[in-house]
């Protein structure tokens, strides 16, 4: 606790089980009061690579839940997602970026170069730098991916 966090009345809830990330704990709390959505910001970045990489992967962990869970950046929206058909509208020119996790088959409409069954694997092939064509984006994944997307 600071002196900080003192001065702006937050409340601080002890969780003592070491089993779990911070973060998990943090998903898990809003989970019990009954989330619909949880957003996820400044997870990504600083200096440690390895708390960037493990919070990929508790966006598939925690995927399929009764909530939606999303890490969010100034420009972009992560997502795990699990044999499902999303719609986001974005600009066009915007960046966009999907990748097997670990493997899927892609199919997608308003991208500039669309995927029509395309294998997504980690490690292997991915569709990185592709660019949004249209304002309206369908993604559909049969399999696992971890989509990145612009966030306006």
Not at 10 to 24: G, K, M, S
Not at 38 to 55: E, F, K, Q
Not at 89 to 102: D, E, R, V, W
Request: aromatic content about 10%.
């Amino acid at each position: 606790e600071s002196e900080w966090a003192n001065d702006r009345e937050v409340t601080f809830i002890r969780a003592v089980c070491q089993n779990y990330t911070d973060l998990e704990k943090g998903i898990l709390f809003c989970a019990l009061r009954g989330a619909k959505s949880i957003t996820i910001v400044n997870a990504l970045g600083g200096d440690r690579t390895d708390h960037s990489l493990v919070n990929f992967s508790i966006l598939k962990r925690y995927h399929g839940k009764s909530y939606k869970i999303q890490l969010v950046t100034k420009k972009e929206v992560i997502e795990f997602l699990k044999n499902e058909t999303v719609n986001f509208k974005g600009s066009s020119g915007a960046k966009f970026g999907l990748f097997g996790f670990p493997k899927a088959r892609a199919f997608s409409k308003g991208l500039l170069w669309e995927m029509n069954d395309y294998p997504l694997e980690l490690g292997l092939t991915e569709s990185s730098c592709n660019i949004l064509r249209d304002s309206n984006i369908t993604i559909t994944v049969k399999g696992e991916a971890l989509m990145i997307r612009p966030n306006y």
